[in-house]
T-cell receptor, first 112, second 114 residues
Framework: QKEVEQDPGPLSVPEGAIVSLNCTYS??????FMWYRQYSRKGPELLMYTYSSGNKEDGRFTAQVDKSSKYISLFIRDSQPSDSATYLCAMKGSTGGFKTIFGAGTRLFVKA | KAGVTQTPRYLIKTRGQQVTLSCSPISGHRSVSWYQQTPGQGLQFLFE???????NKGNFPGRFSGRQFSNSRSEMNVSTLELGDSALYLC?????????????FGPGTRLTVL
């Protein structure tokens, strides 16, 4: 079993839809949770960073962490074609010297 | 402030050859991490360097090695290339080592092994 599980998709939604992306993890030592967006032929860019259970909002993006269920989510409101990319969840903790472990990434397509 | 730069952007090699990739972190960042990204395995951690010392290492064979220079620039070397080494190699820099600081990724070097 992988430490971080993420459905690779692809996920296809119409413009304006609310998108929900999810990851589950098995290592309870993870303390910090990130979401990255990666466009084709580019490196990942950080979207959201959180270290506590609950919600964190930034514009159209909301990151949600539930440590008791070992489950994190990223919600995208009013999705745009420019949101079409691969979204990677990532997490790290004191185990393993704070190495960042990434999910496989979910490919998202937002249709105009 | 300039971002993370990686050279070369694209590389084609044949089996058995060796390759060196270069990464220049964001100015002032002292930690550099390397990742291998493939469609099947996703992003996998190779190693992290901080102040010229390897701080963390992933589960890759000894053919993969790296180093960091006093100006924080880092190089990654892969010897005796195999077809399975074809991947996007990403470098990420962080202001301080480990815990809470976030990583900023470069555009990657796409290595193709024939």
């Amino acid at each position: 079993q992988k430490e971080v599980e993420q459905d690779p998709g692809p996920l296809s939604v119409p413009e304006g839809a609310i998108v929900s992306l999810n990851c589950t993890y098995s290592n309870s030592a993870f303390q910090y949770f990130m979401w990255y967006r990666q466009y084709s032929r580019k490196g990942p860019e950080l979207l959201m960073y959180t270290y506590s259970s609950g919600n964190k909002e930034d514009g159209r993006f909301t990151a949600q962490v539930d440590k008791s269920s070992k489950y994190i989510s990223l919600f995208i409101r009013d999705s745009q074609p420019s949101d079409s990319a691969t979204y990677l969840c990532a997490m790290k903790g004191s185990t393993g010297g704070f190495k960042t472990i990434f999910g496989a990434g979910t490919r998202l397509f937002v249709k105009a | 402030k300039a971002g993370v730069t990686q050279t070369p952007r694209y590389l084609i090699k044949t089996r058995g050859q060796q390759v060196t990739l270069s990464c220049s972190p964001i100015s002032g960042h002292r930690s550099v991490s390397w990742y291998q990204q493939t469609p099947g395995q996703g992003l996998q951690f190779l190693f992290e360097y901080f102040s010229e010392t390897q701080r963390n290492k992933g589960n890759f064979p000894g053919r993969f090695s790296g180093r960091q220079f006093s100006n924080s620039r880092s190089e990654m070397n892969v010897s005796t290339l195999e077809l399975g080494d074809s991947a996007l190699y990403l470098c990420a820099s962080t202001a301080l080592a480990g815990d809470t600081d976030t990583q900023y990724f470069g555009p990657g070097t796409r290595l193709t092994v024939l």
